[in-house]
């Protein structure tokens, strides 16, 4: 039971490239949630999705997209880095019980835009 | 709106000392609370959470928290630290199945 992994764990980018981070649970969990941690900030929501095929935004969601094609899986993209996208991110997945479920959380993936 | 505040961005303090991490919430409804730790270079992990019943949750390590309704608080104690307890420390209310985290403090135990 491996729980919530990403790839990949770093990334350089130059500004205006492309990627796409992976995030991949085997917790059979409803929920999945794309986050971006910066220093004194906290975490921030990115995008989230309460069940296959459904993506909603969050907090900060300008510059990414995402998809949940799988239940396993949730994919976050940028189309074209920016430096202020330089930060690490996290996914995390929850089952479906209201809010009072523990959110399960990757490791990180931590990407540099030059 | 819902929001978490946690006051002190850093707390030093020394091995086998008491230690207190501060959080206050801002809510008009009900709401579920939680403490996650993250150590160096990892993820979020779970240490408490308070949903409903008793107002005092313990964690498996030695950390508590009180729930205090009146003053809208959720601080963090532990009464004596060990140096494995350093990390950073984040509070964090639950608004349906979203999270919405404080800022974080990073608790430093010196030996």
């Known amino acids: 039971n491996a729980g919530v992994t990403q790839t990949p764990k770093f990334r350089v980018l130059k500004t205006g490239q492309s990627m796409t981070l992976l995030c991949a649970q085997d917790?059979?969990?409803?929920?999945m949630y794309w986050y971006r941690q910066d220093p004194g900030m906290g975490l921030r929501l990115i995008h989230y999705?309460?069940?296959?095929?459904?993506?909603a935004k969050g907090e900060v969601p300008d510059g990414y997209n995402v998809s949940r094609l799988k239940k396993q899986n949730f994919l976050l993209g940028l189309e074209s880095a920016a430096p202020s996208q330089t930060s690490v991110y996290f996914c995390?997945?929850?089952?479906?019980?209201?809010?009072?479920?523990?959110?399960?959380f990757g490791p990180g993936t931590r990407l540099t835009v030059l | 709106a819902q929001s978490v505040t946690q006051l002190d961005s850093q707390v030093p303090v020394f091995e086998e000392a008491p230690v207190e991490l501060r959080c206050n919430y801002s809510s008009s409804v009900s709401v579920y609370l939680f403490w996650y730790v993250q150590y160096p270079n990892q993820g979020l992990q779970l240490l408490l959470k308070?949903?409903?019943?008793?107002?005092l949750v313990e964690s498996i390590n030695g950390f508590e928290a009180e729930f205090n309704k009146s003053q809208t608080s959720f601080h963090l104690r532990k009464p004596s630290v060990h140096i494995s307890d350093t990390a950073e420390y984040f509070c964090a209310v639950s608004v349906r199945w979203r999270l919405i985290f404080g800022t974080g403090t990073r608790l430093q135990v010196f030996p």
């Open positions: 917790m059979n969990h409803e929920y």
């Open positions: 308070y949903l409903s019943g008793s107002t």
């Open positions: 999705s309460v069940g296959e095929g459904t993506t």
């Open positions: 995390a997945s929850s089952s479906v019980s209201g809010g009072a479920d523990e959110q399960f």
